[in-house]
């Protein structure tokens, strides 16, 4: 038996439960999970489907497109173990990397870490340690054209499906954010949309707050302002001095990030508008 | 247009979503939102579908039955807006019960408390302020079966749906805990399966621990053991002393019993077992 | 025995603790719970120290007076017993009051609801269920200082400690923010700095956060920035819908302003510049 | 300037701050930080107080002892900067251990990891790769009494402060507990008191818990009952089977681990009775 994760996204109307589900009965199918959401602000319905069928992904997928046609769907369809292709950008903190490469080691992370990319030198030894490929591009306001041409190839030769930016520390161009729409993920290590921009926790020391968090965004040409995929927050008191904060915020970062990655290597996340819908566990 | 909430339960095989999505098409129905759960250790599939249709509710009840026959499933359905009926029964705290009267007076609690059931008469008057009919039920080792019997007319001339024990103090008999078996939640003042029994916030005390909770389960002839609905925590230190978990306890026991019983007042909780499925908002 | 509860604050330099202490030995006292911290960003150092003595509050002053004049404090000193003295300020809202009034009755908070103060009539009744006086001020632009004048002989005749803005929805002229800096405090709903000014939980619902929260801080005349006491978050997901996050809100709200007002009302709190610190239990 | 951390246990009575603060004016120092609490369960005082000195080590001591000589106090002291020496136990799961290596290589745990031991060879690499010597002791029930004398000949030999089971699967000798008590802490994979004893997550499972959790605890002979440092939970839900469970768990079980731990090597934790007293940041 096969196992599928489809998703689903179009106009909402009548219907469309039933011409999928009637679709998987033709094909033998069982369902094996099911979540769906109807966002009444845009009219948008989106469906997530995980179904065991005997049938062959071409038919699987000829079966659905042409049963669900009439809806104009956005459609995705995957043998669920044919992983997710996921390349990591970084500067040099390595809280974040470290924590990704170390789940999917211990197979908490379906998908596969294809390459790390990096402004800066510093980690190579962190990806060779997990035998995944580092590949050094520098940036600088020159050269940043070249360097995002070379990022382009390197997308495409590893036939990367989502970009994770884990504390990449360069603002990537307007052309190639909206190329890659809702397919690069970055953390921001503030709970936004407080504390936008530079050195979060110490504009976070400064104001006095009594937690700090992280977030997880989808990037869009507009800084730190993207589809939110997931959020937390640890308690701070007076006695924590920004340093302090940036050590308690590594935990948070790399657990909201590692959360956040899982959900869209799980194809669980579908955007709305400016927002996201989660098909949490 | 009518907005149902249908629930079914049955042995898993394939074909109940396309039957059941087969059935609201067939009765001009839209899906509004839909859960499901397989539950792999029982072969238990459950489902709750909320959808609008024109249809009457006889209509609905006898196409659902038609079409999913072959399922032999537990089947559920009412209008949305015909609320459930629930009883609470209490003791001489009032926190719990203040607090659920609140939330259905603010709209937060879609269900109608239809009486108060106490074996004390000390919370009349909160019942009063609410317009909510009072039961004063006393009971002794002695009168406990007359007691029963009184409480059994009560559920019945009330048309009572479920059972809220919001800090009862007495043990329910096994017979009549067998008869409302998954109708009838109560709130545990621990975090089970720790501190089962009498005083748990002393008994944390005594063991230092650093999180004291609450837990709302349905009630089962085994005490404190019955499938959990909802726990929470929250955080004490070495300075807060019995009586302060109890103060501290108040909030959580509120919170929890508050989420437990709107679930199970918006038909949210399935249960599979000795546990419960949660098709949360 | 008396049991006193002192508050220092100064620049900090040697001695200080030795000299309270020996001023605690002078009196034939012995300290309790003593809490200090010193802040590097402004060299203040601050103390709460609870200690029992049997000499009379005059005595007492005068010996702490004394013995650190040196060090040119600012001094706090109450009997334990006699309560801090707080007025309320509500609009049409009663969460946040009804909480604050059930908690003192409880016995939670440590104080005294002197009077409720509001710009409408609504919640005359809630006040006067648990019997404490309510006083109707309107306010427009136009009457905006006599009302403010009505409030100061309010607060004078009532002997008020400080202030709690309760979801009161009128803006405190700066004059007055000024003159009671440090003591009067609000319940912000959006977990600041995220999400100032109006309708916050529609800001949050637009943004997409995972988070929602609130926020207790001291009123300054700049809007929703002075120090924070207290914030807490609750998890939201893409299915709640504003007046779900609202309903939510609710809860998180009434938690953190009555954490807040208890800290304060122990004097736990002391401002250092724009910060807070806390001396928690 | 020497930046000292002294730790004091006694029976409660008055004057112990004043001697305390006056021995720290007479070696012209200043405090930096203090805490003290007063069990009233068991009559003890505690204190942790941090001050700057210019005088040496041993001019300290003798000035401490001799001034508090009346109170009978245990008495520790040390340099700030002198860390304390920890020997880290484990068996085949690295997930604490990897933490432990990684937080103190970034700064963010105060403390020298000496070295560790484990009764499997499998993570001599993990350990390798920090520079940490790493030593196999097998373990059978035969060979148990060799092994002890095998770690404690080590212990000696590394001059360790105390122990860390970071999920070591051995039970260790009534004997040597008694002889390190108050120095073993051991991360258990459950919220303690619940889930004793083994395979935790499973026994979770089957009674559907919705938090799961972690305890850190100092070891005694009885297994799974020293007192808790710290603790902490994640939120399941039904469908997270066992192993999912194991995979959040050891989110929290390295985080609660590496806070118990910092904590000690800050000499924050205090043992009263059955219980700790935490002097947090």
Redesign the interface.
């Known amino acids: 038996m096969n196992v599928y994760v489809m998703t689903l996204r179009c106009d909402?109307?009548?219907?469309i439960?039933?011409a999928t589900?009637?679709a998987?009965?033709a094909l033998?199918?069982?369902?094996?999970?099911?979540?769906?959401?109807?966002?009444?602000a845009t009219g948008q319905f989106c469906m997530r489907t995980r179904f065991a069928s005997a049938a062959d992904p071409s038919s699987v997928t000829a079966r659905l497109e042409t049963d669900l046609a009439g809806f104009s769907p956005v459609l995705g369809l995957r043998l669920e173990h044919e992983r997710r292709r996921c390349l990591v950008m970084v500067s040099s903190f390595d809280?974040c990397l470290?924590d990704l490469l170390?789940r999917r080691e211990?197979?908490?992370l379906p998908l596969d870490i294809v390459a790390v990319v990096s402004n800066h030198p510093d980690l190579a030894p962190l990806a060779e340690?997990y035998h995944v490929p580092f590949h050094e591009v520098p940036v600088s306001d020159e050269t940043k054209p070249d360097a995002e041409n070379h990022l382009r190839n390197l997308l495409a030769a590893y036939a990367v499906d989502f970009v994770v930016l884990a504390r990449y520390m360069q603002i990537l161009s307007p052309e190639l954010c909206a190329q890659w729409s809702g397919r690069i993920i970055n953390i921001h290590h503030s709970?936004?949309?407080?504390?936008r921009g530079a050195r979060p926790y110490h504009q976070a020391y400064?104001?006095?707050?009594?937690?700090i968090?992280a977030t997880a965004h989808f990037v869009t040409s507009d800084l730190d302002e993207g589809?939110?995929?997931?959020?937390?927050?640890v308690r701070v008191?007076?006695?924590?001095?920004p340093l302090?904060m940036v050590?308690l915020g590594?935990?948070i970062e790399r657990?909201v990030l590692a959360r956040a990655v899982r959900l869209v290597a799980e194809d669980r996340v579908a955007i709305?508008g400016?927002?996201?819908?989660?098909f949490s566990?």
């Open positions: 909402d109307r009548p219907g439960v039933h589900s009637g998987i009965v033998a199918g069982n369902i094996l999970e099911n979540d769906q959401f109807t966002d009444v809280h470290a170390y211990q197979g908490d340690r709970f936004l949309p407080g504390f400064e104001r006095g707050v009594k937690l968090g589809p939110i995929i997931e959020q937390d927050v008191s007076h006695a924590h001095r302090d050590s590594r935990d657990t709305v400016q927002r996201t819908v989660i566990q």
